[in-house]
Every structure is written in structure tokens, then in C-alpha cells.
């Protein structure tokens, strides 16, 4: 079966820095795709970043790219120019047929 | 294009009675997605439809809980005889998925929040 793992509860940034967050997951795929979505507190989730595994070149949506390691299972986020309103929950997903989500990372955006 | 809409958002219930949440998807979408997100934890997956077949099952989805598609359009999702662990955040998804069976980005809904007393 399919995991997602992200080993960091919760991380904090300096606004106008950039800040990395992990994700590990496990699957015999070699066909998949990996989202970042974000949830704000008490709103809804948001798509952050999307990567088909079959592309070799890291995704980017303006300030927020991935490092995408297929050997090594690994998917970060990587935040660019933190801003306040980047400060959420952040989930990795792992997508087949239906989403793996790992238990988050919670973000705090400090001025 | 007006996103997925979940109805109601809010739902307070006494342990032992029914409850249904609807979901609306985005109109093109053929793909529908239920998940239940505890306080702190990621969403689980609990089902899904394509068009109006439902496709899969999560082991989370009691017989208290069921789900339908009727029309390939909204979805509304039931509990029975709600227990105290059922409260959580119901989110509804949806997606287009291809021909091929590509699955495509999921769209969320802002979800419903069941407190069971």
C-alpha cells in the first residue's frame, strides 16, 4: 500500500525568507502524481503544486517549487519570499486513484 | 465555473441520529471524491464515483455510512445511527478524469463539520 510521510509537524519562516518542507512516500508505481495542497486555518484546501512522476523536471508555480527525487521517494516544497498569507497547513498527497495524504506540516509565517 | 459546494457546513447532531451532507462538484467534473479529516490529520479517503457508478470503498465506511451519485451530478453522503467518532470534517473532491483513466488535480470543497454530542 501507498504511504505518504511528512516528518515535520510544524515549521516556522521569517517573512521575505524561504523555507523547505518535507515529504517522503512509499509505493512499487512507477506511474503517479504528487500534489502539495494547502488549507488554511478553517478554509478550505487549495492546490499548492502538482508533479507527474514521469517528469524529470521539478514543477513551479511562481514562488513555490519542488524537489522532486523519484529514486529516493522524496517530494519537498520549497517556499520562496515567505509571505504572511503563506502561514496554513500543508499537506503532501500522493495521488493514484484517490489521494494519500500525509498528516501536514503546519507553517507559522513570523514578520 | 463556481467550485465545489458543500451543503450545509455546519451540522450539530445527538448521537444516534441521521445525518446526510450534499456535495455539488464542478459541473464538468466526472470524478467525485469523499474524505473525513480529523482534528490535526490529513484527509482519508472514504469513496468515490465516476459518473454516477461508485468505484471504491474505503474500510473507514461503516454500514452506518453510504453514498450516492444518482444523476452523475451531486452526491450526498448519509450516516446512520452517528456515533461520537463520526464527528470530523466531510470534504467533498472532484475531478475530470480521462478516457484513459489519467486521474487529474482534485478540487476541494470547503466541507461540512459534523459535531456529534
Known amino acids: 500500500a501507498q504511504t505518504v510521510t511528512q516528518s515535520q509537524p510544524e515549521m516556522s519562516v521569517q517573512e521575505a525568507e524561504t523555507v523547505t518542507l518535507s515529504c517522503t512516500y512509499d509505493?512499487?508505481?512507477?506511474?503517479?502524481?504528487l500534489f502539495w495542497y494547502k488549507q488554511p486555518p478553517s478554509r478550505q484546501m487549495i492546490l499548492v503544486i502538482r508533479?507527474?512522476?514521469?517528469?524529470?523536471q521539478n514543477a513551479t508555480e511562481n514562488r513555490f517549487s519542488v524537489n522532486f527525487q523519484k529514486a529516493a521517494k522524496s517530494f519537498s516544497l520549497k517556499i520562496s519570499d515567505s509571505q504572511l498569507g503563506d502561514a496554513a497547513m500543508y499537506f503532501c498527497a500522493y495521488n493514484t486513484d484517490k489521494l494519500i495524504f500525509g498528516t501536514g506540516t503546519r507553517l507559522q509565517v513570523f514578520p | 465555473d463556481t467550485g465545489v459546494s458543500q451543503d450545509p457546513r455546519h451540522k450539530i447532531t445527538k448521537r444516534g441520529q441521521n445525518v446526510t451532507f450534499r456535495c455539488d462538484p464542478i459541473?464538468?467534473?466526472?470524478?467525485l471524491y469523499w474524505y473525513r479529516q480529523t482534528l490535526g490529520q490529513g484527509p482519508e479517503f472514504l469513496t468515490y464515483f465516476q459518473n454516477e457508478a461508485q468505484l471504491e470503498k474505503s474500510r473507514l465506511l461503516s454500514d452506518r455510512f453510504s453514498a450516492e451519485r444518482p444523476k452523475g451530478s451531486f452526491s450526498t453522503l448519509e450516516i446512520q445511527r452517528t456515533e461520537q467518532g463520526d464527528s470530523a470534517m466531510y470534504l467533498c473532491?472532484?475531478?475530470?478524469?480521462?478516457?484513459?483513466?489519467?486521474?487529474?488535480?482534485?478540487?476541494f470543497g470547503p466541507g461540512t463539520r459534523l459535531t456529534v454530542l
Open positions: 509505493t512499487s508505481e512507477s506511474d503517479y502524481y
Open positions: 508533479q507527474e512522476a514521469y517528469k524529470q
Open positions: 473532491a472532484s475531478s475530470l478524469t480521462s478516457l484513459a483513466g489519467v486521474p487529474d488535480t482534485q478540487y
Open positions: 459541473s464538468e467534473h466526472n470524478r
